[in-house]
């Protein structure tokens, strides 16, 4: 299974994604859409799942959850928009993670990207950093991977240029 993840797209829906993601099976987004044309593009593009974020209104509330727990190729899969990183979980987060044991936890918020095995509970932590243009970040990116017999393979960090034009 081909996956496209991204996050922080703060209403803009880069199109280099388009080409970046054409291989893949799924798109990801962990929150903070910024509003339901975002998730509406990518869903027309691919299969989407995404969760909502602390900037999303309702438009972006009523088509995502704000939690998702599935099972992908036989990995189990936690995907929250605030999330914090091993060693330093959002509470609310630890509690979910302890709770369903996933193998890959995928969060957003931070606008950094992150990609850790949590050493305690043996998962993988992503963070695919921040794809829109609005925040504190320097390099807008992505990730892409595969996910195979319940292991994640062949993870590439996707840089998409920079968040603006003025630095």
């Not at 829109?132 to 320097?138: I, S």
Request: hydrophobic share 40%.
């Amino acid at each position: 299974m081909k996956i496209g993840l991204l996050s922080d797209t703060h209403g803009f829906l880069d199109p280099k994604l388009f080409d970046l993601f054409s291989e893949a099976d799924e798109i990801w987004h962990a929150g903070d859409f910024g509003d339901a044309s975002v998730s509406n593009g990518l869903s027309k593009f691919k299969k989407l799942r995404g969760v909502f974020g602390n900037i999303d209104g309702d438009d972006v509330r009523r088509l995502h959850q704000g939690d998702l727990f599935f099972t992908c190729e036989n990995l189990p899969v936690f995907i929250t928009h605030i999330g914090g990183y091993p060693g330093n979980y959002h509470l609310e987060a630890k509690k979910k993670i302890q709770e369903l044991k996933p193998g890959l936890f995928i969060c957003g918020h931070s606008h950094i990207l992150k990609v850790m095995r949590d050493k305690e509970s043996g998962m993988l932590h992503i963070n695919p950093g921040a794809a829109g243009k609005y925040g504190f970040h320097k390099i807008r990116t992505a990730v892409r991977f595969e996910i195979n017999s319940g292991k994640v393979e062949k993870l590439e960090v996707l840089e998409l240029g920079l968040r603006s034009a003025i630095q």
